[in-house]
């Protein structure tokens, strides 16, 4: 929509309530906002009920600061805890069956292409590793081999946080969990190696240790899927709760994880890295977006 | 060595080439879909002059389609069904659909159907047995999330043992799904149901999906008289903007917007809310009934209303109890026969006035559980009349005799 929409219309600013008084005078609906500024506006997700310390919740800030036109992005997730703050973000939210996400997307997206031909509409699936990699897993890949043009994001904790503390597919070999009770069987599932086989255009396994790199990559992997075709982040963001992980030691653990197994990795298809290269050598304006990194 | 007798050019068994690149259309677009005009409803459905044809249920609904103006529709094959989104995928070869595809499975499909009817855009999507019990999760939630949208039911069997014979006990798990449900009896109304369900669910009050169900290769795939109208008149757009819930196309305010919000704390407002919600789905389909009327004219249809013995039925069965219904008469009994055109909404007020003054009621089924006569001793009074039967499933056909022995010989079992 025009952020001309949302502006409050004279005489009625008392009667808005403060908070989305806030949100259409000091936001990213103003204003491109960057990582850094991160405390010092509005941002698009503030109050949630999240556990204290809860890594994926600090991603999702993030995620929700770098989307370049939130004013034209709708979400779609499944049951799991990173709903518990997507569903209370100022960014539409579908909130699904379980495992629905990609296949319900793809219908989204095709619909939203038919009525809005000339107006870029992002379609963003962020939902945990259970309902991408296991429940879900089928239309993941379809919609992967289709090619749809929308952006996937694995809110990956390796297990089931919300339904508390079983065993998913991107859980580490040899992990206790509940359904585990021997330890997990099978390695975790490689989402990386599937995305690359099923031809997406951009791939990124990210930690949250550093915000910046997490916004650049939510930013790519975005602008890729309205232009390209299918990207997919993968995202490690650790259930202190269900792996005791002592809340002060959170960001410690995420360090550790990256360093030992998580690092850092991004592809490109040929189309998204010349796309991606025209960006950024021609310094292209993206209205509306946070500044890349 | 003599030459190959073999054709160079390759082809299936219908004789279609076989090629990788696309077949070209097979009317031309100046004629089919782009010399289309949009119509008013009530033209289309009851006032535009209709000529006969002689057509398969599947070609049937490819002509309700045609005339739909359909964003969308999503396929997955299956038996019986496959035909008809075969069918749809070459309206939208010919440019009368914008967008089309084969999805990965029903569940895909069904949840595909959720996000685009989202969107805002007309969907069309089709299924047979096994393959609704598979999207039924998905099918489920499309009436609490307020999301019009079209799904065929060519009704068969459900596995096991594995067959793909007509049998219409999926109807039964469908009815309680929340959507409007139509029960087709044959090709004409397999063409005349689907126009007039978007309609109906696309209003403002209703705001639902519709469920046209119609009893496999019975009609699919059997040719029957169709009326129809010229094709180069179409229904209005979807006025998604004029229904019950926002789109989530992120066209309007307030920014902060879920539709679809999870209501599952543990305290009474969630529950009320949850509960309020059921109510307003359910009451939104009860809200269709002055629209089906108008456009179905009734959601029964009567025939010798004074008979003593009344026949109730709906989709093929109805086609066979018309049949006995004529014997019967040359016989010279007076025999009745009511078409329930709706399930979903049911027409009990109807069936209460139509049958007072019946003292045998014969209800005749394609299926094992005998969902139809449950639904109407749901609502009438004096059940003791209602005979179950006679009962077929697992494709097996209904012969009219074994009707006749129902309605006029006294069986009951």
Known sequence: MSLATVRVSPGFEQYLPQEYYDLVKDSQFVSPRKVSEMGSFKELIEEHPMCAGCAMTLFIRTMYVA???????????????????????????????????????????????????????????????????????????????????????MLDNEVYGNTGGQESGMTQKGMVLKMAPNGKKFEKMDMIGLAKTAGVAYIARVVPTNPNRVAATIQKAVLIAREIGP?????????????????????????????????????????????????VVEKRKIKGSATVE | MAETLEEDVKTNPQGDVISAAPTPPKVETE??????????????????????????????????????????????????????????????????????????????????????????????????????????????SWPGARTPAMLLVMCRVINTPLAIQPDNIELSYLLNTGLIVLHAENQQDFYDYPIIGYMVGEKPEVTLPVAVAVDGFFVTHARGWVRLPSADIKLPPRACYHEAVPMMDNENPPIRISRDAPIQKSNFISYQMHASWQQETWAAAERSRKWLKRWLGGLVEVVNPTAKTMIVASGAAVSQSREAVRQATEQGSDIGLIKVKSLRPFPHQELIEALDHAEKIVIPEFNYPGWLAKEVKNVIPRTERVISGPRVFG?????????LEYVLEGKKH
């Open chain 1, 231 to 279: 990207t997919f982040v993968q995202a490690y963001t650790s259930c202190n709760i269900e792996y005791a992980i002592p809340t002060p030691k959170v960001m410690d653990d995420a360090r550790e994880v990256e360093n030992a197994r998580y690092q850092f990795t991004e592809y490109f298809s040929d189309d998204a890295k010349e796309y991606w290269d025209n960006i």
């Open chain 2, 31 to 140: 004629k089919g879909a782009a010399a289309q005009r949009v119509v008013d409803p009530d033209y289309l459905i009851l006032q535009a002059p209709r000529e006969k044809t002689f057509i398969t249920g599947s070609e049937a609904a490819k002509e309700a389609i045609r005339r739909s103006n359909v964003d969308i529709a999503i396929s997955y094959p299956i038996t019986p069904q496959s035909e008809t989104m075969q069918q749809v995928g070459y309206l939208y070869a010919e440019g009368y659909l914008k967008d089309y595809y084969r999805a990965e499975e029903e569940y895909g499909v069904m949840s595909a159907i959720a996000g685009a009817s989202r969107s805002g855009v007309r969907c069309l999507t089709a299924t047979a047995g096994p393959g609704l019990m598979r999207g039924i999760e998905a099918i489920a």
């Open chain 1, 67 to 153: 989307l370049p036109s939130p004013e034209n992005t709708v979400f779609v997730g499944t049951a799991g805890c990173g709903r518990l703050v997507l569903s209370q973000g100022a960014v539409p939210f579908i909130y699904g069956n379980y495992g629905d996400t990609n296949a319900v997307a793809s219908g989204l997206k095709r619909g939203l292409g038919i009525r809005f031909a000339d107006k870029p509409k992002d379609v963003i699936v962020a939902a945990g590793d259970g309902g991408l990699a296991d429940i879900g897993f089928s239309m993941v890949m379809h919609s992967w081999f289709r090619k749809e043009k929308f952006t996937t994001v």
């Open chain 2, 395 to 403: 494709g097996m056909s209904m012969p009219t005799e074994l009707l």
